[in-house]
């Protein structure tokens, strides 16, 4: 069975800075794309960054210049750098893998509990 865990999570004044990270372990045959999430007092959950196995970003427009992911493909583990946090970016901040199934033959997501950041003042 396949676990995605994430860490990282506290909380920091406005303009500080974060590191989130993201392991997949069990029986891991390949993983697709990676990406983080956040879900805000609120709000449902909205996409903050992908990566694709060969480590092509993307951000949503609201974090770029700020925040940077990365991704070890041997360790199968997943970052994202957050600075400049703002208030806004309070949530719980949640990975998801797309990792292969050999039961169903395709990739499936995976989730992780998720971790919480919280900046104020």
């Known amino acids: 069975q396949v676990q995605v865990v994430e860490s990282g999570g506290g909380s920091v004044q406005p303009g500080g800075s974060l590191r989130l990270s993201c392991v997949v372990s069990?029986?891991?045959?390949?993983?697709?794309?990676m990406g983080w999430y956040v879900e805000a007092p609120g709000k449902q959950r909205e996409l903050v960054a992908v990566?694709?196995?060969?480590?092509?970003?993307n951000y949503v427009d609201s974090v770029k210049g700020r925040f940077t992911i990365s991704r070890d493909n041997r360790k199968s583990t997943m970052d994202l750098q957050m600075t400049g946090l703002r208030p806004e970016d309070t949530g719980v901040y949640y990975c998801?893998?797309?990792?292969?199934?050999?039961?169903?033959?395709?990739?499936?997501?995976?989730w992780g509990q998720g971790t919480l950041v919280t900046v104020s003042s």
């Open positions: 990566i694709t196995n060969a480590g092509r970003p």
């Open positions: 998801k893998a797309a990792v292969f199934n050999v039961n169903a033959a395709g990739y499936r997501d995976v």
């Open positions: 069990g029986v891991i045959y390949a993983i697709d794309d």
